[in-house]
Structure formats: structure tokens, C-alpha cells
């Protein structure tokens, strides 16, 4: 058998990129759409700390389809359902991930399913899938109905926690678990080293192009070379021993496609990097701005539980944003788009259109309710993307938050700090900025 040939590996020379960008915009025979395409630096750190008002202060001055100048370059934001079913499954071909804004991940990630494009990211999607049909997926509830029985065993009546932290831990450990059938062991030291990793995107943009020891950039460097030695390390000790579990890398040690292609050590570890991102920062996230709503609004905890994560993704989408870049110009929306710039759709503000969703800002799960859902336009809600690049681990992550809310649900429930503020961050997922202290209540 032969292993999937990639492509050929990304710069990451910031200003390699910055100068292809201008070059671009530069030469682009069609005008931007309409826009605020002037530098300025106080919208760009406006749009780093908090982009969500800025996203639809745009839309209602412009329309769906407008620019912001973010930094360097123009990026072409398109928002609603209209937008949002064009650039994920209808004209899905003429949008690139690994050319866009997602080719920032691809320093720690390397090429996962996130930032490939074309046929490799078909075939190797092919090749992964049977690890998350749903056979493999019910096989994996028991392994985390017991890591949430052991993180939740400490807890007592009026117990103060970080719920966001407390989650984090949890998630990756069933992350380990279900990808490396690894058990607590190696989970602190891993969520240390994804922590301060992911911590690099948290920071401005300016420190992120910074390069040389004691920067950003070399943290991460550092703290993705510890998880490397762990996975590689798992990669290898299987293919010595043949040690094979229900886990999930060892479905890829030995999946193939039709074709008979399977997936190299490289291949497999970036895919491997991929998961442990997404499925311990999305589940933490989720799990976190659900109780957040809930504390405020204990009503709501009656609520059947897929219309409860249903409404958390809209409010708080973790991949809030969807870095592309044109292939082709295109025409959305009455507006001109030139071809080879950055076009991003974004979950996060399509979910709090005034126009699309009433009171967008409310936290109401009967939203979802049978005869209210099949009311909400095509294209509306994205929080797992759409098309052929639907989140491969959806269903594994809805199962995640399903078990860890009913049990924390069962037996508790948990109050806000008297007031708490809600600050979120981007770090790529949002999250809360200042963590979920929460005090701990026997139901």
C-alpha cells in the first residue's frame, strides 16, 4: 500500500505573506465590495479583542457582502444564510482553506483536515470517516461517562471551581482516551502544552509575526514539540508492538481508502493534532457558555437537552469564523468579488442577524422546537460548517457535551459569581476570556 502524497509544506514567514497579500489586492481587475478599506489600526485591535460588534455594525451599513481592512489587507467578510450556503456548498470549489487565514494553524496542526484543500482532503476524509460513524461513537460513551464520573467525584455543595478550566482537563482527557486509549497519565502535561500553544493566537497580531526565543512564536514552537514527542512516540510503539485498540488511532494506523492508499506518520499525527484542538477546546468552550446561560437563567435547565446545545452553538459558535480565500471572482448578493483574496464567513455574526433571528441576543433553546426549527432559513446555522467540510467529529462532540451537561445536570447546579461579566476571546475558538468561576449547588 502507498500513503496519501500531501502538498508541499506552507511558509510561515509572515512577511512572505503579507507582501503576496498586498500583491493581490494590488493587481485585482475587480473592485472590492463596499467597506472600511482604509488602514486603521484601532479597528484592527477592535476586531482582534471584540469583532462581533464590528461584524454587525458592517452588515447593517453594507449589506451581506462588505470589506474590512484588518491590518495589511482587505478581507471580504459575507454573512447570512444566503452567504453562508454559497461559500459551504454551493460554490464551495472556488474557496480555498489552506491559501486563507486557516493556513495560520497550520504551524502547530500541520496538515489536517482543517487545512487541506481538494482531492487530499477528500480522500484522506474518506479515509478517517469510519472512525466516527456511530458504532465508533456509542463505543466511546463509556469510556467518557467515566472520565466525567472521576472529574466530578471532588465536587461539594457550595465548591467554588473554574468551570472552564475544570472542563478543559476533562475534555482532553476523554480527547486522549478516545484518540490514544490512553488514560490520565499523560493529560495535565498535554493540556499544559495545548494551552500554551493555543496562547499564541491569542495574541496580537503584531506579536504573532515576531520571531527569535522568548516569543510568542517560540513558545508555541516548544510546546508543540512535547506533544509531537508524545504522539509520534504512540505512533510508534503501536506499529512495533501491533497493539490496536477501539481508539481512534488505532482505526488510523490501519484505515485505507478504496484505492488503497493509508495515511503516512506525518499524516496521521497532524490529523491526530487536528482532533486533540478540536475536540478538546470546542467541548470546553460549549460546555462552558452553556452553564453560563443557565446560571442566569435556570428555567431553561427543563429544556430538552439538544435544544440547550442547539442554542448554545448558535450564541457561541466555537468556530466562530471560516477563513477562506477566492479561487475565481464571484458575484454574492448583488456584490463583485475579486478572485485570490480573503473571504470569510462567520457563524458567530450569521447567528445574531437581527433580520434572520428574533431577539438574537436571547438565550432560547425552544427556538428549536419542533415547527420553529424547520422556520429557520437554509444557510442560517453553521456552528459545524457545512457541505463536504461538515465537522468530522460533530457527532462525537455532541455525545461529549451531551453526557458531561446531563450529569453536571443530575446532580447540581452551578451559580455565577456575583457580578461576573462575560468577556469572550479568540484563540482560534472562542472562549470564555477570564475563565467560568462558578460556586457548586446539590440539586
Not at 19 to 44: H, K, L, N, Y
Not at 172 to 179: D, E, G, P, Q, T
Not at 366 to 381: L, S, V
Amino acid at each position: 500500500m502507498s500513503s496519501l502524497t500531501g502538498p508541499p509544506p506552507l511558509t510561515t514567514n509572515p512577511l512572505v505573506k503579507i507582501r503576496a497579500d498586498i500583491a493581490v489586492e494590488r493587481r485585482s481587475p475587480v473592485p472590492f465590495p463596499p467597506g472600511e478599506t482604509r488602514f486603521s489600526m484601532a479597528r484592527t485591535q477592535r476586531f482582534a479583542k471584540d469583532p462581533l460588534p464590528v461584524l454587525l455594525e458592517a452588515y447593517a451599513r453594507y449589506g451581506p457582502v462588505f470589506t474590512l481592512r484588518i491590518l495589511h489587507g482587505n478581507t471580504v467578510f459575507v454573512l447570512g444564510p444566503e452567504a453562508n450556503h454559497h461559500v459551504l456548498v454551493s460554490h464551495a470549489r472556488n474557496f480555498s482553506y489552506r491559501e486563507g487565514y486557516m493556513s495560520d494553524l497550520f504551524p502547530l496542526l500541520g496538515d489536517g483536515l482543517l487545512t487541506i484543500d481538494g482531492d487530499f482532503h477528500r480522500r484522506s476524509r474518506r479515509i478517517m470517516l469510519p472512525a466516527f460513524h456511530k458504532e465508533q461513537i456509542a463505543a466511546s460513551i463509556g469510556a467518557i461517562e467515566e472520565e466525567v464520573e472521576l472529574a466530578i467525584a471532588p465536587w461539594r455543595d457550595g465548591a467554588r471551581i473554574d468551570l472552564y478550566e475544570w472542563t478543559r482537563e476533562l475534555a482532553l482527557r476523554i480527547a486522549m482516551r478516545a484518540l490514544f486509549g490512553l488514560r490520565n497519565e499523560s493529560a495535565p502535561q498535554a493540556a499544559h502544552d495545548f494551552e500554551q500553544a493555543l496562547g499564541f493566537y491569542a495574541q496580537d497580531y503584531l506579536l504573532q509575526a515576531l520571531r527569535g526565543p522568548g516569543t510568542p512564536w517560540a513558545r508555541m514552537r516548544a510546546a508543540r514539540a512535547r506533544l509531537d514527542v508524545l504522539i509520534h512516540g504512540e505512533i510508534e510503539r503501536r506499529r512495533a508492538t501491533g497493539e490496536r485498540g477501539t481508539d481512534i488511532l488505532s482505526l488510523l494506523l490501519d484505515a485505507h481508502d478504496e484505492d488503497g492508499a493509508t495515511l503516512s506518520r506525518t499524516h496521521i499525527r497532524d490529523e491526530v493534532m487536528t482532533l486533540l484542538f478540536a475536540g478538546h477546546d470546542t467541548t470546553t468552550s460549549t460546555i462552558s457558555f452553556m452553564f453560563h446561560e443557565l446560571a442566569r437563567q435556570p428555567h431553561h435547565a427543563t429544556a430538552p437537552m439538544d435544544r440547550l446545545l442547539d442554542e448554545t452553538l448558535r450564541m457561541y459558535p466555537p468556530a466562530w469564523i471560516g477563513p477562506r480565500r477566492s479561487i475565481e471572482a464571484f458575484e454574492l448578493c448583488g456584490q463583485r468579488v475579486p478572485g485570490g483574496v480573503a473571504v470569510n464567513y462567520c457563524s458567530w455574526a450569521s447567528h445574531h442577524l437581527p433580520d434572520v433571528w428574533e431577539d438574537p441576543a436571547r438565550f432560547d433553546p425552544d427556538r428549536f422546537a419542533p415547527g420553529r426549527r424547520e422556520a429557520i432559513p437554509k444557510g442560517a446555522y453553521v456552528p459545524f460548517g457545512g457541505g463536504s467540510r461538515t465537522c468530522i467529529g460533530m457527532r462525537f462532540a455532541q455525545a461529549e457535551v451531551d453526557v458531561i451537561a446531563r450529569r453536571i445536570l443530575g446532580s447540581w447546579r452551578l451559580q455565577l459569581d456575583p457580578g461576573y461579566h462575560l468577556s469572550i476571546r479568540q484563540m482560534p475558538t472562542i472562549s470564555p476570556r477570564n475563565g467560568m468561576p462558578m460556586t457548586v449547588r446539590a440539586a
